[in-house]
């Protein structure tokens, strides 16, 4: 090491290869080289522009940045091409261009290894954003291409914080070229990324997704970042890499200064090669006296060895699910339509809030991954996938476990999922096999195997654990790490063969013996169908599966008497270490299963003197106070004595009229309209669950499609006028924020709807609305459009081809009554 | 990487809340007004007020296609338009201020929107209030960085404001390389994440302007940032 050239092109391409090989392998260090940007600036760079144009405009000066980092040492110098995408760089010059000419510098400075950098897009992506995952691809892809074609010898990708978009990056290094990508995450004091990103996520994520080296980089000096390569370190497959800034950024005299000096950089550096740290450099504020310093100081050492420890994990952006061995694990099973009514309605309709409140139920009561499954024959199975995927984002931080059979609905998923995924499921047919393993791997997700194949499922314990072995025989090909893949010996029914609960057990026993370091998991309720009581069944089975072996089970997390054997299990394998979870949620407890689960918010009876006894009187004045706890026993009562066409339409209705007359008149504003709007809402859930149970259909006034129009994240507007319509009875299919025009009119197109509601808030995305419309008149001309929102008038709506202009709500409301009345 | 300063700020004027609520007297039931007192102090405890702010001489006024365009020093930075160049108007110097309140108001914001639609309204309104606290926290550096100089400052004024163009966004937020160091990023329609997010400038002059707020601390909205305040001093002509 420490060879110096300054003249890339005699170096012998056989000691280029090798120290690369060697540092990608963690037998050798890499040192990559200090700041570009603020060398720039001390050159004369003014602040807000593109520094990246630099490398056509005077590429002296970049070469100048580039040639004294080789001269200190530096094995890898970064190209000046952070921010050069096709987004940034607009009109000034294009991609291919820029990085012609940055690797051109790079090169002209003798760098030993050229390394293409890849900054954020500068967008924020989907669904926080408006960049969908795919054209963040595009524009990383578009870059990557033209590197090649310059001739980088690896990737940088670096300073992200958002993990789905260092995941578009990596991918499209990946599938655009065969060099390595080294990918850092840049993070805040608290330990995360502006995204809320740990780096135990991030090493996960990354190094699963087959990053060469992950790693940090940037916003804060080598003191802070030390603790946080510390922790990434058990969770990375591949070397770990830190870029730290040389200190916090201060401004002195109006200018931007570090403090951290060479020495004590590079002490800071020593402690991290400690835990494992073996690609380093320098970022914002470091010098080429840094990494001389560095230079100095790797030149003494040798790479620690680390073994990342033998562990189950999936995680989400957030949040890793881990298990140690011996550790068992709950995967919620509820968010799938099969055999649930009311799952079924939510998918079909598009409508996800029961969705929404089974994940967060299922969370609370103690799942550590979410099962998502959008199996329904007569759905667009992938888009609603996705649609939950990222709605289920929005509201849980558990991991999540695709679940479907056609392979490109999990891709779908998976893709641009920002995190590690299980997905669920291969089988041991060769189909299965040669369509969902690759996936697995090139996803870098866990996955689950069933034990069946062509000839159906065995009926014996060993034939399972035949099936096992050539699932995994297809993941070891495939270079997915063994602790990635989850057997499932598949429960069946007891009460068809009683034989069947020992096979199963004894499946998971042979599994877990023979085939080391695979993991097992059931979905445990099958055992007792055609059983009463089942949950004791089902309870008793689980015991005895973690017994023989079972990791993780798929149940509803929801069944108490579930959870119980989990949490006690836990004390019995020594998991709950004291016993100290147990003890803690346990003592109160005086039998095993409470008749009754204590509900949330809502369900605690309120008691209230100052309201009528007369429930009719009461829910009027619930719905008018804007009170939604007491509703639902109010309702109740109502329907004792009255139908529910009664409760609607003398109760509920008159209600909410007398809440939009005190809007109109000024007398509410609107928290109070939207309260009285939630509260009435409760009371109609009450009369719809009692008219599902006595066979009556559902009030059904017509369907409205409303959304924010493409490029808008401003959704609260949208969402005050979803209550509403929704109150009056009417079907809401509510297609979100930042909709583009050919999904409206997809849906509209699809379903016949005969209104639509746009809202936009800003002026830049007032053309968005008329092309939504435009594109509606021309596909959909019976469908009447109504637009809203702040920066709309009666004028803008008529310039953008509206039928209606809504200046609030209620006055939507009228108008859908009016066109579908 | 720009020098980033977290601002901590415990409280956000009620009033001010219920001001972006549309509230104009009407009676609330102690239900509501319990809720909105909750949701401003679970906005309070989520936020993550932080700002960069960095002042530059004025280079020139120059006029581009019959539009004032004010250059700033050392930077790729314009000010175009009439409205800005009234506001400017004799300014020696200029603030450049980013703020935003962080990712984490966006991903609350966004778990409301499909659990809590009234909880959104709200705490998007205590959102709004809290993200011109953190401007006004930005503001009294510029303040204090006038004051160092003998100078006085005028009121902030944002891209979108009058003829001042959004389009001016892109560039100051690379002047102050936001994205880096507030993870301020930005939509191709100029849409700033986290929403809760605020840029402006602001001017610094010879003299002191009229109508700032800042003829007495009791008027001036930078007055709980005062780093001026602290060390006895004040800003004004004295």
């Not at chain 1, 570009?36 to 522009?49: D, I, Y």
């Not at chain 1, 669904?127 to 578009?142: I, K, Q, S, V, W």
Request: a negative charge; glycine letters at 10%; hydrophobic letters at 45%.
């Amino acid at each position: 090491m420490g060879e110096k050239t300054n003249d890339g092109s005699t170096m012998s391409d056989a000691t280029h290869t090798d120290l690369l090989a060697a540092a990608l392998s963690g037998d050798a260090f890499l040192l990559f080289d200090g700041a570009m940007g603020t060398e720039l600036q001390a050159r004369g760079l003014a602040a807000g522009e593109l520094p990246e144009l630099l490398c056509l405009t005077r590429p002296e000066v970049v070469t100048e940045v580039h040639a004294a980092y080789v001269a200190a040492g530096a094995d890898v110098v970064t190209t000046n091409t952070f921010g050069a995408n096709a987004d940034k760089l607009g009109e000034a010059a294009t991609v291919e261009e820029v990085f012609s000419a940055a690797v051109a510098c790079a090169r002209a400075a003798g760098a030993r290894y050229v390394a293409a950098d890849l900054g954020p897009t500068g967008q924020l992506l989907a669904p926080m954003g408006t960049l969908a995952f795919d054209d963040a691809y595009e524009l990383f892809a578009r870059q990557v291409r033209a590197a090649v074609a310059a001739g980088a010898d690896l990737f940088v990708i670096e300073t992200m914080a958002d993990l789905a978009e260092a995941k578009a990056a990596l991918l499209a290094v990946r599938e655009n070229s065969e060099l390595p990508a080294f990918v850092t995450m840049t993070f805040q004091e608290d330990g995360r990324t502006f995204l809320g990103t740990t780096p135990e996520v991030a090493a996960l994520t990354l190094s699963s997704l087959g990053a060469a080296a992950v790693g940090i980089n940037c916003s804060l000096g080598p003191a802070e970042v030390a603790p946080l390569a510390e922790r990434m370190a058990p969770w990375a497959r591949c070397p770990l890499m830190v870029q730290a800034n040389a200190g916090l950024p201060h401004v002195v005299d109006g200018v931007t200064v570090f403090d951290i000096g060479p020495e004590e950089y590079a002490a800071a550096v020593s402690g991290m090669l400690d835990a494992g740290v073996t690609v380093v450099g320098g970022c914002c504020g470091t010098t080429p006296a840094h990494i001389a310093a560095e230079r100095a100081l790797l030149d003494g050492r040798v790479p620690v060895r680390r073994e990342p420890p033998d562990r189950f994990a999936v995680c989400g952006p957030q949040r890793v699910t881990s298990l140690a061995p011996g550790a068992v694990g709950v995967i919620g099973e509820r968010i799938n339509p099969t055999g649930k009514r009311k799952m079924k309605e939510a998918l079909r309709s598009g409508n996800h809030d029961h969705v929404i409140a089974e994940a967060i139920a299922q969370e609370r009561a103690g799942a550590q991954i979410l099962d998502v499954n959008a199996g329904l024959p007569e759905i667009d199975e992938r888009a609603v996938m996705c649609r939950l995927v990222d709605e289920l984002l929005g509201v849980t931080t558990l991991p999540l476990q695709i679940d479907a059979s056609d392979p490109a609905v999990i891709e779908a998923a998976v893709r641009s999922y920002p995190g590690k995924a299980l997905i669920n499921s291969v089988n041991g047919k060769a189909e299965s096999l040669s369509a969902v393993v690759p996936l697995a791997a090139r996803y870098g997700c866990a996955l689950v195997g069933l034990t069946l194949d062509e000839d159906g499922i065995p009926a014996t314990a060993a034939g399972r654990l035949a099936v096992a072995r050539k699932i995994v025989a297809a993941t070891d090909a495939a270079g997915i790490p063994r602790a990635d893949v989850v057997i499932d010996c598949l429960a069946m029914a007891a009460s068809t063969d009683q034989s069947a609960p020992r096979t199963i057990l004894e499946a998971i026993r042979l599994v877990k013996a023979e085939l080391s370091g695979v993991r097992t998991v059931l979905g445990v309720s099958n055992i007792s169908f055609g059983l009463p009581f089942r949950p004791l069944v089902n309870a008793t089975f689980l015991a005895a599966a973690f017994g023989a072996g079972l990791d993780l089970a798929i149940i509803n997390p929801g069944v108490r008497r579930m959870m119980d054997v989990v949490d006690s299990w836990r004390v019995l394998s020594g998991e709950d270490e004291s016993a100290r979870f147990y003890v803690e949620h346990y003592a109160e407890r005086s039998d095993a299963v409470p008749t009754a689960v204590p509900s949330e918010k809502g369900g605690q009876a309120e008691k209230d003197a100052a309201l009528p006894a007369d429930p009719v009187e009461r829910a009027r004045r619930l719905v008018l106070d804007g009170r939604g706890g007491p509703m639902a026993d109010a309702m109740r009562e109502v329907l004792l004595a009255h139908d529910a066409m009664y409760a609607i339409n003398e109760v509920l209705v008159p209600a909410l009229d007398e809440v939009g007359r005190r809007f109109e008149a000024g007398t509410f504003f609107l928290p109070q309209l939207m309260a009285s709007a939630e509260a009435a809402k409760a009371g109609f859930e009450v009369v719809r669950a009692a008219g599902e149970k006595d066979g009556a259909p559902a009030a059904d006034k017509g369907t409205v499609v409303v959304c924010t129009v493409k490029g808008d994240i401003h959704d609260i507007g949208k969402n005050i006028v979803r209550m509403l319509l929704e109150n009056y009875g009417f079907e809401v299919i509510d297609l979100g924020r930042d909709v583009a025009p050919e999904t409206v009119a997809g849906v509209v197109v699809e379903r016949h709807v005969r209104l639509a509601g746009l809202s936009a808030l800003m002026t830049s995305t007032v053309p968005a609305m008329a092309e939504t419309i435009e594109l509606l008149r021309e596909r959909a001309p019976w469908c009447k459009v109504v637009v809203g929102g702040a920066v709309l008038t009666p004028e803008y709506a008529e310039m953008v081809g509206a039928d209606f202009y809504a200046k609030d709500a209620t006055e939507t409301a009228r108008i859908a009554g009016e066109v579908l009345g | 990487m720009g020098a980033a300063e977290a601002y901590d700020i415990r409280s956000v004027d009620r009033g001010e809340v219920l001001r972006y609520l549309g509230y104009a007297g009407q009676k609330l039931s102690p239900e509501l007004d319990g809720r909105i007192d909750e949701t401003v102090s679970h906005c309070l405890g989520t936020a993550r007020p932080a700002g960069c702010v960095r002042v530059f001489d004025v280079s020139g006024v120059a006029e581009k296609d019959g539009v004032p365009v004010i250059g700033l020093a050392g930077t790729a930075l314009e000010l175009r338009g009439h409205s800005i160049a009234e506001h400017l108007e004799g300014a020696l110097a200029v603030g450049v201020l980013a703020v935003t309140l962080g990712m984490g108001v966006e991903v609350e914001l966004r778990r409301l929107s499909l659990t809590d639609r009234v909880g959104q309204l709200v705490f998007d309104a205590a959102g709004s209030a809290l993200v011109e606290r953190a401007a006004d926290a930005a503001e009294a550096r510029v303040v204090a960085a006038a004051a160092e100089r003998g100078l006085f400052c005028g009121t902030r004024f944002s891209p979108g404001y009058g003829d001042f163009p959004l389009a001016t966004q892109p560039t100051l937020l690379a002047t102050l390389d936001a994205q880096r160091a507030l993870g301020i990023t930005l939509s191709p329609e100029l849409l700033m994440t986290p929403t809760k997010s605020v840029t402006a400038v602001v001017g610094l002059f010879g003299e002191p302007k009229e109508g700032t707020g800042r003829e007495a601390c009791g008027t001036c909205l930078c007055r709980d940032f005062c780093l001026l305040r602290r060390s006895g001093r004040t800003c004004g002509r004295s």
